[in-house]
């Protein structure tokens, strides 16, 4: 008897495809909250493994959402531009005091 090579091919058409995409979403759900419960159980313990446990997260989240790693770089981009301090002084604006510290 011979093996097929080729893959099967799929008769139930694109509402079987539509409700295969909902069930893969769902699963991905259910294992988002599964996995949410022992990060949570994680950060009581203190445990450094929450943190690792958090980027898988985040990477699930990320493929759920179907975003793109370029998206995510230009999202972390104008984040970083956000947060950094304005340096602009306009004229006749005092500058803000400097903090300074002694070390020793």
């Known amino acids: 008897m011979k093996r097929r090579t080729e893959p099967p091919q799929d008769r139930a058409g694109p509402r079987a495809a539509e409700t295969t995409g909902a069930s893969s979403e769902a699963r991905l759900l259910s294992l988002l909250a599964t996995l949410e419960q022992c990060r949570a159980s ?3 313990v203190g445990s450094a493994a ?3 446990l958090s980027l898988a997260m985040l ?3 990320l493929e ?3 975003v793109t790693e370029s998206e995510l770089k230009a999202l972390c981009d104008l984040t970083a531009q956000a ?3 304005s ?3 306009k004229p006749g604006q005092d500058l803000p005091p400097l903090r300074l ?3 020793k």
């Open 87 to 89: 340096l602009v002084v």
């Open 50 to 52: 929450a943190g690792l």
């Open 101 to 103: 510290q002694l070390v």
């Open 64 to 66: 759920l959402h179907r």
């Open 42 to 44: 994680l950060d009581q």
């Open 59 to 61: 990477e699930l989240r």
């Open 83 to 85: 947060n950094q301090p």
